[in-house]
């Protein structure tokens, strides 16, 4: 097979895009994106709120997975996981980040630069509460990222975890974490069939936003 001829034949805006008037974009982008996941939803977008999180570990190596976006407003864009993972080791020692969207049904791509902060413990708390009662079962079993050398291990844990929220409802996992991402840039990212993309780029400046249109 030829990977290459296969890739080049694959169909690329093949359905109609929404248009984008930089122009008329707000003076936050928190707004804008406020926006944009509202139509991305309305449209049927398949999981906009899932987001690739990139980070970078000890040894300078960059990592990335995708996972959910848990809100957006005045703290930063923010994402939840366990303290102890790889994530929140590397966000430990580096605290900076990148996030990207893609919706792909729309021609869409949000990305998110910055610093990351863990939010306050009630928030993490509430957050984890919250998620549907397996998630918690999984996260309370949970050494994530470590090497599983049994399978065996796993179904003792889940069942271990399993008994302890039979037991409390409203036990915790200590080590779950929500943290926000605080942007320094946020791009929006339109594509176009012909190739004419608009990017409006938000840059901090201060307190301020100074907005930019780059070249496609």
């Keep these: 097979m030829n990977i290459r001829d296969l890739l080049r034949d694959l169909p690329v805006f093949a359905q109609p895009l929404p248009q984008f008037a930089p ?4 003076g936050h982008p928190h707004d804008l994106f406020v926006s944009w996941l509202g139509e991305a939803i309305a449209a049927g977008v398949a999981e906009p709120h899932a987001m690739s999180l990139s980070t970078v570990d000890a ?9 959910l976006l ?16 790889a994530k929140g080791r590397q966000v430990a020692t580096r605290p900076l980040a990148a996030l990207g ?21 009630q928030t993490s708390a509430s957050d984890f509460l919250a998620r549907p009662v397996g998630s918690r079962v999984a996260s309370l079993a949970s050494r994530q990222s470590e090497v599983l050398t049994d399978p065996a291990d796993l ?11 039979k037991d409390n409802p409203d036990v915790l996992c200590e080590s779950h974490t929500v943290y926000a991402v605080t942007p320094v840039t946020v791009e929006f990212w339109q594509g176009d069939a012909q190739r004419r993309h608009v990017r409006l780029r938000y840059r901090r400046v201060g307190d301020s936003w100074a907005k930019e249109l780059l070249w496609p």
Excluded at 70 to 85: E, H, I, L, P, Y
Excluded at 157 to 164: C, M
């Design 70 to 85: 848990k809100n957006v407003d005045d703290r930063g864009w923010q994402f939840a996981t366990d303290a102890d993972s």
């Design 23 to 26: 122009g008329d974009a707000p």
């Design 155 to 165: 179904e003792h844990a889940l069942t271990a975890a399993e008994d302890a929220v």
């Design 101 to 121: 969207f893609h919706w792909r049904e729309q021609g869409r791509q949000v990305r998110v630069r910055g610093s990351v902060a863990s939010l306050d413990p």
């Design 59 to 67: 040894d300078g190596m960059p990592d990335t997975r995708t996972l």
